[in-house]
């Protein structure tokens, strides 16, 4: 598996990227502050009118530490850590936007005959001159170098992803699911509940198209996503997503990430076309 790991990090880190946000270290009167004037946060998490916790804000994915890309990686770990500095440090993407799977061992994983057949299929038909995300979608928007925005609203919480400019609608408004889906889509579906002060997700009608991961672990159509949100205080989102694809996978399976909050900044539009200088140096 590991001598997959050089086609992803063309294929996803040799992009360009935008910087983060436009307004930098622009206050926001709404942050509590230490002494020093930086942001407290370990204040108590903020709560919107109706008294449930607001996620608001912009949000980075927690690092993963050096020590876990060199047990993926192994002995290659300083050769691809060189290829993803053409565009984003390897560091700075966490470890499941590389693989999904890699809490689990060798001859763990949950994932189907079928699910590998189809993997080691799109592999060999990846094209190396794509410097888009678009052959990506999520949970990867997330889990890359750029960050995303939680936007609380009584009835709809929008996310706004840096990555592409690609945005989620999660509905609160009471609706439920389709009985079908007519047009299953890269983000799928969303619907959203609080359980006491945690935010729980559900997501269906998701297209096939792209993978989970850049490593290319597949989805289908019945997948079925469940998130949960707690910010348990003022800086510090935590979450758990629960993946449930019984035609790729065996068994569900979950991954946590923590977020941190990106205080007096925002995200900032991206175009991947803009300024793109990688394409000549890639493999042809």
Not at 253 to 262: D, I, P
Request: charge should be negative; charged fraction near 25%.
């Amino acid at each position: 598996m590991k001598t997959m790991y050089r086609g992803l990090l063309i294929a996803a880190l040799l992009l360009p990227f935008a910087a983060h946000a436009q307004w930098l270290n622009y206050p926001d009167k709404g942050i509590p502050r230490l002494k020093d004037g930086k942001p407290n946060l370990a204040a108590p998490t903020p709560r919107s009118a109706d008294g449930k916790p607001d996620l608001t804000g912009v949000w980075a994915h927690e690092i993963t530490p050096v020590a876990e890309f060199k047990r993926m990686f192994g002995a290659s770990y300083e050769a691809e850590s060189q290829a993803a500095l053409i565009g984003m440090e390897l560091e700075s993407v966490h470890k499941y936007a590389l693989n999904i799977l890699v809490d689990f061992g060798p001859n763990d994983s949950p994932l189907r005959p079928e699910g590998e057949a189809l993997m080691k299929k799109r592999a060999a038909e990846r094209r190396v001159d794509n410097v888009c995300h678009g052959e990506y979608g999520w949970p990867v928007a997330g889990l890359l170098a750029e960050p995303f925005k939680f936007v609380q609203a009584p009835k709809e919480t929008m996310l706004l992803y840096e990555v592409d400019g690609l945005h989620r609608q999660i509905f609160t408004d009471g609706r439920s699911f389709p009985a079908t889906f007519e047009f299953p889509a890269y983000l799928g579906y969303s619907i959203g509940r609080w359980e006491g002060d945690t935010f729980v997700v559900e997501s269906r009608g998701f297209n096939d198209r792209t993978p989970l991961d850049a490593i290319g672990h597949p989805r289908s159509e019945d997948m079925h996503v469940t998130e949960r949100f707690h910010r348990r205080d003022f800086g510090h989102l935590d979450s758990e997503m629960t993946f449930d694809d019984p035609q790729m996978y065996s068994r569900k399976f979950m991954v946590k990430v923590a977020y941190e909050l990106v205080a007096d900044n925002d995200i900032f539009e991206m175009f991947c076309s803009q300024n793109e200088k990688d394409r000549v140096h890639m493999v042809k």
